[in-house]
């Protein structure tokens, strides 16, 4: 169900009374509904009578209407009619009846409304007394719970009340209306999980389940009776704003929690947020994302995915901090392309500028045999001071290539994984600086 514009869908009718219009087909030039409509679908309309000579007459009406069955339009909600706001009576004749954007869709615009549907949620319909009524429904305890829907939305189910039949028969399922209701769904029979039986228009609130429908279709868990739908030209709402005032994009699906979710879950889909700037701003930079934290703590951005989670988190003496949730994740830092960092990591690990916080001491490395070969463990880069012994060539190694080193007693940078060979006949002293 979801609230639909469309151009061009003009429909004539010939219905006559209160109730549902039945369309009648499209108008030369026009789309009917069912063009851009399913059942359940709402939409904003105009109707007015036209006589014998094509003229309209003085009977006309505007609202919302639910698509609520083939070629059928339930006049849901009167927005404004000739006869004085409630639905007109269609004496015999031609209606002509359209898609129409009405002016209360748009009175108020820029007060934190789209298309004039606040992010007001409707009221949890209340249950009635049921009582018993025909049908073919065996003797036993029959259970339901009722929704209210608006335009954009349905409301949580009401609290569920049950009728014990002691005969064959139905259940007149009974409830109080609600303010604003654009129509009321009806679910039942089985306690704890009841299935939609029936939709119902405005101004209904009672149904008799008489045993003829299966019921078919799961209540909904959470209440968007408020929520304001954002569609892209194929008629999919792309942008969801809760009536808790969450922001949903892109297929989203509410978490209850956070204030603004992007993407989805679904296989082959790319690119939760992508932002991009012009930080150019004379010789300062612009800040493409500010993530702040009023509290002691920092703030955090975390990266989730289903082997675990990873989380960068700035605050106090310009710490940046990685924690992965399953060992062996791997973790890298560049800039321009130089990798200031790369490694595996097992477990919490801390790096912080302008501090040696988690820093090792400087330590002598106990030389082995020669050729002996030291590589950096990691997680930081390391300088590695090469003193004293006699030695015939130092080589510095990375990913698997030698350089030889021009000078024999020697100080090298290196990053994790990069390695330092000394070929001696008495052994130099080597101590490793954790940088």
Avoid at 13 to 32: C, K, V, W
Avoid at 407 to 434: K, Q, R
Wanted: proline share 3%.
């Amino acid at each position: 169900m979801a609230l639909i514009f469309a151009d061009r869908t003009m429909e004539s009718s010939t219905t006559t009374g209160t109730g549902p219009i039945a369309l009648g087909g499209a108008l030369t030039g026009m789309q009917a509904f069912s063009a851009s409509m399913s059942i359940g679908d709402t939409i904003y309309y105009a109707a007015n009578g036209v006589d014998s000579n094509g003229n309209t007459t003085a009977n006309w009406e505007v609202g919302i209407g639910t698509y609520s069955a083939a070629s059928t339009l339930t006049r849901s909600v009167i927005l404004a009619s000739s006869n004085a706001g409630a639905a007109v009576s269609w004496p015999t004749g031609t209606i002509h009846i359209w898609a129409n954007e009405c002016a209360s869709q748009f009175s108020t615009v820029g007060n934190g409304n789209f298309n004039g549907q606040t992010s007001t949620a409707l009221a949890t319909p209340v249950n009635a007394t049921f009582t018993a009524g025909s049908g073919t429904l065996a003797a036993g305890t029959y259970y339901y719970r009722v929704t209210a829907l608006s335009a954009t939305g349905e409301t949580a189910p009401s609290v569920e009340t049950s009728l014990a039949l002691t005969a064959t028969g139905g259940v007149n399922v009974n409830w109080g209306a609600v303010t604003g209701a654009t129509g009321y769904k009806v679910y039942g029979r089985s306690t704890g999980a009841e299935l939609l039986i029936a939709t119902v228009g405005v101004g209904i609130t009672t149904y008799l389940d008489s045993g003829s429908i299966t019921p078919a279709g799961a209540m909904p868990t959470s209440d968007t009776s408020g929520d304001v739908l954002v569609k892209n030209n194929a008629g999919t709402a792309v942008t969801t704003i809760s009536s808790s005032g969450r922001i949903l994009m892109h297929g989203a699906v509410d978490d209850g929690v956070t204030p603004l979710q992007i993407g989805s879950t679904t296989s082959g889909t790319f690119g939760g947020l992508h932002i991009k700037t012009n930080n150019s701003n004379g010789s300062q930079p612009v800040a493409s994302l500010i993530v702040e934290d009023a509290s002691s703590y920092g703030a955090k951005i975390g990266i989730y995915d289903n082997q675990g989670f990873e989380t960068f988190i700035t605050g106090v003496n310009n710490t940046i901090y990685f924690s992965n949730g399953v060992a062996g994740g791997y973790i890298s830092l560049a800039y321009n392309g130089d990798a200031k960092f790369a490694g595996t990591i097992t477990t919490d690990q801390t790096f912080e500028y302008g501090s040696t916080s988690g820093f090792t001491s400087p330590a002598v490395l106990t030389v082995g045999a020669s050729p002996y070969t030291y590589t950096n463990p990691g997680p930081y880069k390391q300088v590695v001071v090469i003193t004293g012994g006699t030695l015939s060539a130092t080589t510095f190694v990375r990913n698997g290539v030698s350089v030889t080193m021009p000078s024999l007693d020697t100080t090298v940078t290196l990053l994790p994984g990069d390695g330092v060979t000394v070929t001696y006949t008495a052994a130099p002293t080597i101590t490793t600086i954790d940088m």
